[in-house]
DNA sequence: CCTATTCCCTACAAATCTTATAGGATTTAC
DNA sequence: GTAAATCCTATAAGATTTGTAGGGAATAGG
């Protein structure tokens, strides 16, 4: 399932989208719109401006705004920047691969290549879908 | 990612396979195999003989076995058991529907139809596949 | 019937991860 | 200079996962 950080930082990049022209929001804007704690919400949007989806700017008249076009933010990025690995096992994982602790040998490990064909299917929508495709269905 | 739980019964159901024959295995034989605490395998294991997959007998010479085709036990089936919900948000989960907290409208949300769409293809997989497509690749 | 063995069941403790909060530093507009 | 806003780091609170404990119930074998 996906967390909490992530279902907020597609709340606030789909309400980043609506408001076009590169008008900057306030934080507290978004946050009160769908009731999310201002401090929770700066930790995520800092978080995606770093990963250079958004841009801001500091003091009165500041807040953020989309530096991308919504095309160019595949979900795949938001969910793996704020959740981590979509592989549903870590040996499968391509971004954030680790060995198994319990499993000897991954040549022969039965689950590890059905594991990697759920995470071809996944990815074949995560990666296709983007931002826009959340916009035009709102 | 799947947890420990599902890990470790997908580790316990394959052993179970690979010993044909019906003959009883003891949990303690299988923990130690994988190196996973007697008493946590030791409540998966109830809660497998619980969903129909293995039968046990009580003392000596007792201990657990498949007690279905390895063929009849779908991989998504254990997951949902011991992981839960398979979708990657509770207003599309098939067995473990919930409204979305945050969400107000699932019909113009544009978050849900594309989760629909992911958990569609990882069940094209997860219930296609089964104990016995594991057990022969290992 | 008695005993050792093994699964059954429930409760709880420990560890980890997620969610949220706090408080000040920095930048900017006016 | 001051107020407004983001930036940054640390930590607290809460939830979930993982693991432990201890006794109950059934069974095999004598």
Sequence with gaps: MLSK?????????????KNRENKTVLIQEIASTY???HKFLENILLEL???????SKKGKG???????????IPLSKV?????????????????YYEPCEECRCEVSCGLNRVMAQVRDEML?????????????KE
């Design 5 to 17: 950080k992530t279902k907020y930082a597609f709340h606030a990049l789909t309400y980043l989208g």
């Design 35 to 37: 009731g999310i704690s």
């Design 49 to 55: 401006k770093k990963a250079g989806m958004l841009g």
């Design 62 to 72: 500041g807040g953020y705004y989309l530096i991308k076009q919504p095309k160019d």
């Design 79 to 95: 969910i793996r920047l704020l959740d981590g690995p979509i592989a549903l096992l870590p040996c499968v994982s391509l971004n």
């Design 124 to 136: 074949n929508v995560l990666e296709n879908k983007s931002l826009a495709d959340i916009l035009e």
